[in-house]
Nanobody, 115 residues
């Protein structure tokens, strides 16, 4: 079992930045994949960015060049740095990890991009 606690969401103007954090309850070296997904109102949940334990990183086309996923193994935390935010980035952002025991999700954090 892995508990995930997200933080860092909020209201930001277009063009602004936010950094999301996801703190895991266990050693993230045990996670095959860590990543972020998002779900906008009336839409399906979609992948934003993932990072494998081996260092392979994948981004959705919509966020390439603007978002950066990273991790701090000492803090068992994964981050999502979001720059040049757009109104269409508005969504609930969820942290996800995959281990040998299964897939786990955080409770989500709201990101709203609006002037």
């Amino acid at each position: 079992q892995v508990q995930l606690v997200e933080s860092g969401g909020g209201l930001v103007q277009p063009g602004g930045s936010l950094r999301l954090s996801c703190a895991a309850s266990r050693n993230i070296f045990e996670c095959y994949v860590m990543g972020w997904h998002r779900q906008a109102p009336g839409k399906q949940r979609e992948l934003v960015a993932t990072r494998t334990n081996g260092g392979t990183i994948n981004y959705a086309d919509a966020v390439k060049g603007r978002f950066t996923i990273s991790r701090d193994t000492a803090k068992n935390t994964v981050y999502l740095q979001m720059n040049s935010l757009k109104a269409e980035d508005t969504a609930v952002y969820y942290c996800n990890v995959v281990t040998s025991e299964g897939s786990y999700w955080g409770q989500g954090t709201q990101v709203t991009v609006s002037s």
